[in-house]
């Protein structure tokens, strides 16, 4: 049974995003995975807009206040060994007290260690990011962030990511 | 999102999206997606249930795993949101509404006020 993209959307939005006019795109990128599961290092990448207390300044959201058509395009670095209470939340689109709860509603580092120990998937990355996802123009995203991070994924020797949008 | 997905896979990386609105990896040609029915801000589940977390990880990380070119490969995690959707379609929005919106708003009032001929 096909997910319904629109369920928890009110009807406006819903139709806006339908008529929302998307460009085309010219092939879709495609790289196996390189190694069986149980062998490759596996990074979570979120878009919830976290960051680790103190380790790091929160996203910009006082701008995205100042300019609502901007969203900040940065990203914050979250540990393998990240714990509950260091993750500060503040995305303005969602409600972030579950995130605040249980960070792997969104971010879940103790389930991959979970499926690392039982020999699931090789191991989670030491590095893994949190992007925030309002991104009206996700030019910056496209051409300098998210380059750099891939970067440092592919020094970590990282194999798959597994992508959370909020 | 999607944007990430595409480029991270460009530059050597196999990547899986759970998305709670995969129409998107389809519009956008993202290379795997997992559908999931759930409200925003709430990816992997619900906070506690390391059960169902794990259940999904597992449908995404077997997509990574298993798929086959050519994308945009979309996958459906088929378990329902266990919560109440008359709660749940009201709890995820933000406690106050989000820049943009409140932005959109006052443009909409301004223009009804301006076409009843008001300030």
């Given amino acids: 049974m096909p997910v319904d993209s629109y369920k928890w959307l009110p009807p406006s939005l819903k139709g806006f995003f339908a008529a929302m006019q998307i460009p085309p795109y010219d092939s879709v990128p495609w790289t196996p995975l390189a ?108 051409e300098r962030y998210a380059p750099e991070v891939a970067a440092k994924m592919r020094d970590d020797r990282v194999d798959g990511v597994i992508l959370t949008p909020v | 999102m999607n944007a990430l997905a595409r480029t991270f896979e460009a530059e050597g990386l196999s990547t899986v999206i759970v998305n709670m609105m995969p129409v998107w990896g389809e519009r956008f040609g993202s290379p795997r997606t997992l559908g999931v029915e759930f409200p925003f801000g709430h990816t992997l589940g619900v906070p506690g249930d390391a059960a169902l977390q794990t259940r999904v990880i597992r449908a995404a990380l077997d997509l990574l795993a298993t798929a086959q070119p050519p994308g945009p490969v979309v996958g459906h995690f088929d378990e329902p949101w266990p919560g109440d959707f008359d709660h749940w379609k009201k709890a995820w929005h933000p406690k106050q509404p989000s820049p943009v919106i409140k932005f959109m708003r006052e443009q909409a009032e301004k223009r009804a006020r301006e076409s009843r001929g008001q300030a």
Avoid at chain 1, 46 to 71: K, L, S
């Fill in chain 1, 35 to 142: 190694k069986p599961l149980a062998e490759a290092t596996i990074a979570l990448v979120t878009t919830a807009g976290i960051n680790v207390r103190g380790a790091e300044p929160p996203f910009d959201y006082d701008r995205e206040w100042e300019h609502p058509m901007w969203g900040d395009p940065t990203y914050r670095t979250l540990p393998r060994d990240l714990r509950q209470e260091q993750v500060q939340t503040g995305h303005l689109h969602i409600n972030n007290d579950d995130i605040d709860a249980d960070m792997n509603v969104c971010l879940p580092v103790d389930r991959m260690k979970e499926l690392e120990a039982a020999g699931v998937i090789g191991r989670l990355a030491d590095r893994n990011y949190s992007f925030m996802g309002y991104q009206p123009d996700t030019t910056e995203w496209r």
